[in-house]
């Protein structure tokens, strides 16, 4: 029996799934992001008595390590973090079967090399120059040492068709870019040897089916910089070459230095192993497109034709103006709540929060509760999570219709305002331990106010997490829209967006989702903190 650590990532999954394909037993964990397919269970690598319990219960003849943290700047930055999960996560396991001979099999990677040699073959020294790569060369040694059979697969820039909560790779990257007609940039000076994903995953199987040992370098035969990599992107997936721009490292002023390593093997062909070049790796990409990615290929061309079509945008726009004098957006409840939202605000936030699935959904402005209602219910069936809502006044009738709610056991409230100092420091306290938050800002919509949530909340939000900032179409109705109430052009939550952006804060417009809703009362509102 198989058991693959980190099955839900990137690599993790397709080994998964090539083993299932050939009937062999095999059990995947995950951490964060539950995976809803049999087979599959819940492991922290940190936590070693639930390491233990698990080995001793499934006996696994080779455990695959395909857990890691793969972000280089964030390994630069979080090395407690590198360290926790890039090599104490396999220590853990080495320590409990060492007795046992399982097989270890450990996924490493190009930078444990400093690329200063012209290629590197298995047997080539290790040197490397950042800590993503010192911290797997840490994870390395504790396989080579540990007595143990083990195989030690060293690969480089794995690219594929991914499930939605993968994290992006390069080829998806620029697809995404050129499928909305934006423009690339590509780093002339950064170079790798890219590697399709089926042939990492079919040669680590072939492996360990034959039970070889030691260390295998599995990577793509083309050493490319990553400008003509995105050259030969554009090209095979029929898109405008001239997309994609030359761009030089320094530009960019990342954390962590990345080496050229140019990976190759001296055991390939003895072991029978056939990689592809980066041409042909894209062309078997493009033929295996199956007909999820198509769709979604398709739903992309068409919103990208949608946006492009000036009168259906300006019927959408009409639509809202006109809807919103007959207070549209009041006339919807979610499981007998009134919502007060449009209909495909509720959809996207629905779309985020399965994407992201959050630990806590904090969210200012309560009404009359069917947000607070819609967001309990999501995290209800995803079996996880907490809504904090935050209103400076909960009137009475309706904290009771919240409070009687089957969901309200997923939901707190707290009176106050939003940017009051006390209010704030309540949040923080509350949110501590919560690694994944969306932040959701229905409050009083003047820009002094929203700027002041934004400023107060946004450092709890995690990489490719959300900020929804609503109402942020005031900005473009007209003007006195709304004659009774604070905010005006100018003076409303989109301004307040506008200024926030303007500082460096690793959030950015995600166009994405409004593209495709056309109605929305948060343009420009959706904000994905990026790095
Ligand atoms: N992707 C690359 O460019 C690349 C290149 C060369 C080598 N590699 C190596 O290949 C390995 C896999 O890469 P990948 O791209 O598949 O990574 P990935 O998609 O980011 O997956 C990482 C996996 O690690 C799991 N994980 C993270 N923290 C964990 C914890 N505390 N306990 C248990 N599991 C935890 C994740 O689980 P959840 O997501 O469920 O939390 C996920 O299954 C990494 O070790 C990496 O160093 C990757």
Known sequence: ???????????????????????????????????????????????????????????????????????????????????????????????????????????????????????????????????????????????????????????????????????????????????NGEKQNEIMDWYNTPTYIEDLVINTKKLIDKEAEGIFHLVGTSYTNRYDFGKNVAEIFNFNKRHIKRIYSKQLELPAKRANVKLTSGRKIKNNIIMSNLRDGLKKMKKSMNEEEEFRFRNDLFIEKLNKDTKLKKISKEFYNKSAKHEYSYHFSWLGRPVIQYPQDLIALQEIIWLTKPDLIIETGIARGGSLIFSASILDMIGKGEILGI??????????????????????????????????????????????????????????????????YSDLITKNNYIIVYDTIIEDMPKNAFTDRPWNKKDNPKTAVREFLKKKNKFEIDKKIENKLLITSCPDGFLKKVS
């Open 1 to 179: 029996m198989i058991l693959i650590i980190g099955g839900s990532g990137f690599i993790g999954y397709n080994l998964h799934h090539s083993f299932l394909r050939s009937k062999q037993e095999v059990i995947s964990t995950y951490n964060t992001k539950k995976i809803e397919e049999k087979n599959f269970i819940h492991l922290d690598i940190n936590n070693k008595n639930n390491i233990k319990k698990l080995i001793r219960k499934l006996k696994p003849k080779t455990i695959i390590y395909a857990a890691g943290i793969t972000d280089v700047d964030l390994c630069e930055k979080n090395k407690k973090l590198a360290d926790k999960i890039n090599h104490i996560g396999i220590k853990n396991i080495v320590e409990i079967t060492k007795k046992s001979k399982t097989k270890i099999v450990y996924i490493s990677t190009s930078a444990v090399f400093d690329g200063t040699k012209k290629s590197y073959t298995e047997s080539d020294n290790t040197n490397p120059i950042s800590y993503y790569g010192k911290s797997k060369l840490y994870g390395e040694k504790i396989v080579e040492k540990s007595n143990m059979p083990y195989l030690i697969i060293r690969t480089d820039q794995p690219y594929g068709w991914k499930k939605n909560w993968h994290h992006i790779n390069s080829v998806l990257r620029i697809l995404e870019k050129l499928r």
């Open 391 to 456: 209103d400076v006044d909960i009137r009475k009738h309706n904290r009771e219709f919240i409070e009687k709610h089957k969901l309200f056991k997923r939901i707190t409230m707290i009176e106050g305002s939003s940017t009051d100092k006390k209010i704030v420091r309540k949040v923080h306290q509350f949110a501590k331990g919560k690694k994944n938050i969306l932040l959701l800002l229905d409050s009083l919509h003047t820009h002094k106010h929203v700027l002041k949530e934004l400023n107060s």
